[in-house]
Structures are given as structure tokens and as C-alpha cells.
């Protein structure tokens, strides 16, 4: 498995590009929530001093303009610091990857961090707590959070289905789309150079383990699914079963005891 992760970081293909994007993007994510949670001394919550008031919600029937659930706002509570994360981010994971003159690994490198970065930047949400008697909502504090890092992957995996192969410019500062009619990538796209090796069977030179053995889902349609994951191979179907914690209690305190239960489970795995 390290081999195959080895392999797969030298070459400058649609999984090299994921794992670079991902990477910069847990980076952001995790620096960014420990700030919000005070585990770091260089940052805390984000500074709203500057920031424009949110806007109101909107008004309902029969109420006037402006006047949505009962009226003020104000930034409050502990905002992620998501600029800190971003910045420390990029200073982790560009500093070996810096633009050469025609270094087209470099330009895909750093392209695919930005896109990771800006897959948690980019997409903050608002949360909001009211206060007031009885839950009258008279005043409304609210801050920005980060989407959870699921979310975060699920947005890079979409961006990896869609990834743009590219070539180096004659300049060797500028990355072009290979093929016709493509439109240029933008910041959020990842790109890659080469094409990916066939992962389907085991290969020493590539670091593949191949997809023997493999657990896939038999009635998923995607890259889960038998068809896919199993290259057409086919599958077989098999009960297993398994140990696992069950029945569990907590204990004052703070202990949680469990039970072993055999739990057996249909599993599709390819041939």
C-alpha cells in the first residue's frame, strides 16, 4: 500500500490530483478549527469588526420589508477563522512545490492545493442564535463555520470525476486544456498531465494492488459499484461474520463497558 501511494504521488495523474487537493484542504480545515477551539496560541476566533452586518431574513406575508424574525443582528459568537487556516495551508503546502520555469509539476501541484483550500474557503456558512424572553429572537448573534470535512470531500470527489488534463505552455508558467472545445480550468477544478496506469490488476512496477478481493456494492451505478470496481470481472457474493461491540452503557465515571455480538453481513466482493 505505501508503494502504491508512492508510486501514485510521482506520476501526475487524476489520483495524484485528488490526494493533493484533499490534503491541502484537511490542512485548512484542521489549523482552522483549532483556532476556533483555543488549542493555538497565534489565532482564535475571526474578527468581525470589519465586517458588514449580515443581512435580515426575508420578510413574511404581511410583514414589512426588513422585518423577519423579529429584527436585529450582529456578528457574534466564534466565527472560524478560515483566512488563518487558508494562509497556513498554503505556506505547508506550497513551499516545496514553488513555480519553476517549466515546471509543469510544480504548476499542477500548486493549482490542485489552491482548489483543496478553496473547497473549505469558499463555501462558509452562516449559523445564528437568538436571544430574547421566551425565545422572542429580539436579537439575533451570528458566525461563520466551516462545512463539515465530509462535505469537503464529497466536493473535491465531484471535482475529481471532472478533472481537465493539461500540458505545459511554450512559457512554462501557463497550463493548457488538452483536447478541443475544452474550457480553460478554473480555481476549483483539479487538473492533471498523464494518464492514469490500469489499477484493475495487481502490478509491481505501479504500486497497484489491483481490485481482487475488493468489497463493492452491487447495486450502486458509481465507482463503488461491481461493474466498476471489479473491471468487469465479476463478483461473488459471501456471508461473513463478525465481531462487535454491542450493548454498551456508560459508567459514572467515565467508563463505557460493552458486549461482543457475532454479527453476520452479506458482502459483494470481486473476483
Known sequence: MFLFHVVTLLKHIRETAFVYAITAAGVTHAVTQACSMGELLQCGCEATRSRAPPRPPAAGPGEPAGSGEGGKWEWGGCGDDVEFGYEKSKQFMDTKRRRGKSDIRALVDLHNNEAGRLAVKLYMRMECKCHGLSGSCTLRTCWKKMAPFREVGDRLLERFK????????????TLIPVGHNIKPPDRQDLIYSAESPDFCQANRKTGSLGT???????TAMDVSGCDLLCCERGHRDETLEFEENCLCRFHWCCV???KKCSVRKELSLCH
Open 212 to 218: 481482487r478481493g475488493r468489497t463493492c456494492n452491487s
Open 162 to 173: 471532472g478533472a481537465s488534463k493539461v500540458m505545459g505552455g511554450n512559457d512554462g508558467k
Open 256 to 258: 463505557v463497558q460493552c
